[in-house]
């Protein structure tokens, strides 16, 4: 490449690549990410409403637009369909997670849920960050989102919550709102009937917990003089 040729950019899966030409290939993607044989793969290219559209070996993409373009490759033959809040997305592994379907719909995985709508009379579930669930089953699988609401007791009041993890200081804030902190002021975090991650236990600063519904925390402070 010459210096006064222009470099586009490109992030596929997690690494950076540099074409120096503004129309590229499936085919030009694939090879320039080492993704061999090539027949065996498939690449998706993320749009800008957060959906991943499949790109066919002779089909093009135009680098030239604004902003970086980014590409997921999987190694299969099939691409599966799901949707996330009614609207469509396609991946191409059989399993996804929980955080990876937040990303789809485009919400903070630490202050939403996502569940998976059963079909039939059984209840939908809800899928966690980490856990993975398979898309290969028969049928189209629907998920939908929801914003965190967990009412946990701190120092025997009640307090909603949107989020599914406190940390030591948030804590500190929600038992004593109006206190500003003093050097001198040591405080004691006990809970209990926490999930499973945590049921009981103390906190120390620093540390975070898991929350659940009608969660115990207990929060005192004493003052070292």
Request: proline share 5%; glycine share 6%; with cysteine.
């Amino acid at each position: 490449m010459t210096p006064d040729q222009t470099c586009f950019k490109v992030k596929i899966d997690d690494s950076m690549f540099e074409f120096g030409e503004t129309m590229v290939t499936g085919h030009q993607l694939l090879t320039i990410a080492h993704k061999h044989p090539l027949d065996e793969h498939i690449i998706y290219q993320k749009l800008k409403d957060g959906q991943f559209e499949e790109i066919r070996l002779e089909e093009s993409v135009d680098l030239s637009q604004p902003g970086l373009e980014r590409f997921k490759t999987f190694r299969s033959a099939e691409s599966y369909r799901f949707t996330v809040d009614g609207r469509k997305f396609e991946w191409g592994a059989p399993v996804i997670t929980g955080r990876r379907l937040k990303k789809f719909a485009d919400v903070a995985p630490d202050t939403y849920d996502v569940w998976m709508n059963v079909r039939g009379k059984g209840e939908d579930q809800i899928i966690s960050n980490r856990e993975e669930v398979r898309l290969d089953t028969p049928g189209l699988e629907r998920f939908y989102t929801e914003q965190v609401s967990i009412t946990i007791i701190i120092n025997g009041r009640p307090h909603e919550i949107n989020k599914r993890s406190l940390s030591f200081t948030e804590l500190v804030q929600l038992a004593f709102p109006n206190v500003q902190p003093a050097p001198n002021t040591i405080h004691t975090i006990v809970f209990k009937n926490g999930p499973e991650e945590n049921p009981q236990g103390s906190l120390v600063e620093g540390q975070t917990i898991i929350i659940s519904e009608r969660m115990i925390i207990n929060v005192t402070k004493t003052d070292k003089s």
